[in-house]
């Protein structure tokens, strides 16, 4: 319940009651219960000490709304950061370290990585005959068991056989933190110059995706790019509101 008690005039103001300048002290309980009566209260003294119920009440009460707007916005962006913030948090914890050879060791199975091939390692009991093995290796699915028993691995591989190293064996597997893989460099000396050039380029590449960095087509491609705009000057002026971002470079 809202109470309003009585307004006393200042020492000022006594001396000079129709002073524009004078002042009056305003008391009153707000219950939070009822929020209306602390406002009634207050309109019901404007109104009677004052004009500015008739003149700026309505653009007041769009100004308090605009703020409250602005102040619920403003929370709400930053409960959504929080939350993205946290779902990355919790993605990354779920992401492990990969073992020695870039792969993951599971229960039944492990796997392993280079930049030339993935090889999978099946546990079977001992004395398991090679008729009992299921083994289907397609394009994109891999499925590996015994006969009459429930696949050891099956699923959709994360990717088509191809050169570069990958987060996950199949799809909704675990995942491996492919930042800390580690390539072997002992078999890059092995390569010959041209095949060597080539598999340096592609690690660079995957480590400029993985940064959100450009790839060295990119790059070479944004090299071209200001040595043309350079060339021609002139072209740049009568196309000002060109977008380059898209332009590729044969």
């Not at 992401?95 to 090889?119: F, I």
Request: aromatic share 4%; net charge negative; hydrophobic share 30%.
């Amino acid at each position: 319940m809202a109470i309003l008690s009585d307004y006393v005039e200042s020492e000022q103001n006594q001396q000079t009651p129709t002073s524009p300048s004078s002042s009056l002290s305003f008391k009153v309980v707000l219950d939070p219960s009822n929020p209306l009566g602390f406002l009634e209260s207050a309109l019901d003294f404007l109104s009677q000490k004052s004009d500015v119920i008739k003149t700026d009440v309505s653009a007041l009460v769009k100004e308090f709304k605009k703020r409250i707007k602005a102040e619920e916005d403003s929370k709400k962006a930053e409960e959504k950061r929080r939350a993205e913030e946290k779902k990355r948090e919790e993605e990354k914890k779920k992401l492990r370290v990969p073992n020695k050879d870039n792969g993951l060791d599971m229960e039944n199975y492990s796997w392993a990585q280079t930049l030339q091939e993935v090889t999978i390692i099946v546990h079977v009991p001992p004395g398991t005959k090679s008729r009992d093995v299921v083994c289907e290796m397609k394009k994109k699915s891999v499925k590996v068991g015994l006969k009459g028993q429930p696949s050891i691995l099956e699923g959709e591989l994360f990717e088509t056989i191809k050169d570069e190293l990958v987060e996950v064996l199949v799809q909704g597997g675990p995942e491996i933190d492919i930042q800390k893989a580690e390539p072997e460099p002992s078999r890059l000396s092995d390569l010959d110059l041209e095949t060597r050039s080539t598999v340096e380029k592609m690690m660079f590449d995957q480590r400029q995706k993985q940064l959100g960095l450009p790839t060295s087509k990119e790059i070479e491609n944004e090299g071209l790019l200001k040595q043309f705009m350079a060339q021609n000057p002139n072209f740049a002026n009568k196309n000002p509101n060109m977008n380059f971002s898209n332009i590729k470079m044969m």
